[in-house]
């Protein structure tokens, strides 16, 4: 049976990521790691400890006999700009140690990468698998050279180590967190709280999205497939659907039909315009069968659904 190290347990992808790993391999084969907040309700192992700490992790390893480690932790896109140095050296830093570890101990490993490693010299539309990158954004760089430094690990010492490039990812569990694509989650808050949203990014701005059972689901479907069917070892493209900012408000109001959005870009509108339409994920598909089931009209309507039982609360 695995032991599963989950990092950032309790970020947005940890969130829902870790009930399922739990239904797969049982509540006591995932192990937790938080740096701060553990929610009141959860159920389960929590350690706590620092990713760019090589001693603690190497404990908890030992400690838990882990053979895979999801290594979430990390800052994102719009905060990182904030404070750069500690976005690098929780961003590069703590994964180079997450590696380290997984050569030294022989464990399996998914690491997340993102959109952001794209940047304004990128093809907007259909962005394939290998094209230019140039991220202008901290967030970006980390994340486009840990995806280098993952495929050296693979090369150099042969590490089952293996990766996504995340869209903006959607869910009702986690609240917006700052990152430039959370404007898509803070949309079906406002709506329900306000009936009106102030978008931080334009009406026309277009960005690959994802409901978060779809990006939970990929991330399993990595992890599951055999190893000689993982083609990519720097990070795949991920895609489900893209919208415009104006479309989702005009989806959310056929739900809510007096519901209203104006839009006043801030400094995300500049890296939102540095990130693709529309990706190009036909090596996924091809190599270990993902496909996307969540439109935009069936993601609004579940997630809408799940937002009022939510805040009722």
Not at 70 to 83: Q, T
Not at 93 to 101: A, E
Not at 166 to 191: L, M, N, Q, R
């Amino acid at each position: 049976m695995d032991k599963i190290l989950v990092t950032g347990a309790f970020g947005q992808i940890g969130s829902d990521l870790i009930p399922e790993l739990q239904k797969k391999h049982g509540r006591d084969n995932v192990i937790c790691l938080a740096h701060k907040n553990v929610p009141e309700d959860f159920h389960g192992i929590v350690e706590h400890g620092d990713v760019r700490k090589k001693e603690e992790i190497q404990s908890l390893i030992a400690k838990h006999k882990i053979t895979q480690i999801y290594h979430l932790a990390g800052m994102i896109s719009a905060v990182g700009e904030k404070n750069p140095q500690l976005a690098w050296d929780i961003n590069m830093n703590g994964l180079k140690t997450i590696l380290d570890i997984c050569v030294e101990n022989k464990l399996k490993l998914f690491w997340p990468s993102s959109i952001a490693i794209f940047g304004p010299t990128t093809p907007k539309d259909n962005t394939p698998q290998r094209t230019v990158a140039e991220p202008t954004t901290i967030y970006g760089v980390a994340k486009y050279a840990g995806e280098l430094l993952c495929q050296y690990y693979h090369l150099k010492f042969n590490l089952d180590v293996r990766s996504l490039r995340y869209p903006g990812i959607i869910s009702w569990k986690a609240e917006p967190g700052g990152g430039t694509t959370d404007y898509a989650v803070a949309f079906y808050y406002d709506a329900l709280l306000k009936g009106h949203y102030t978008c931080f990014v334009r009406e026309d701005t277009v960005l690959p999205m994802m409901y978060m059972d779809d990006a939970i689901r990929a991330t399993l479907m990595l992890m599951d497939a055999p190893a000689e069917k993982i083609k990519v070892r720097t990070s795949y493209n991920l895609a489900a659907i893209s919208f415009s900012a104006k479309e989702q408000e005009e989806d959310i109001r056929k739900h809510i039909p007096g519901f209203r959005a104006d839009y006043a870009p801030d400094s995300r509108q500049k890296i939102a315009d540095s990130w693709p339409r529309i990706i190009d994920d036909s090596e996924a598909r091809k190599d270990w069968g993902w496909k996307h089931e969540f439109t935009l009209p069936k993601m609004t309507e579940v997630m809408l659904k799940h937002l009022k039982a939510k805040l009722r609360k």
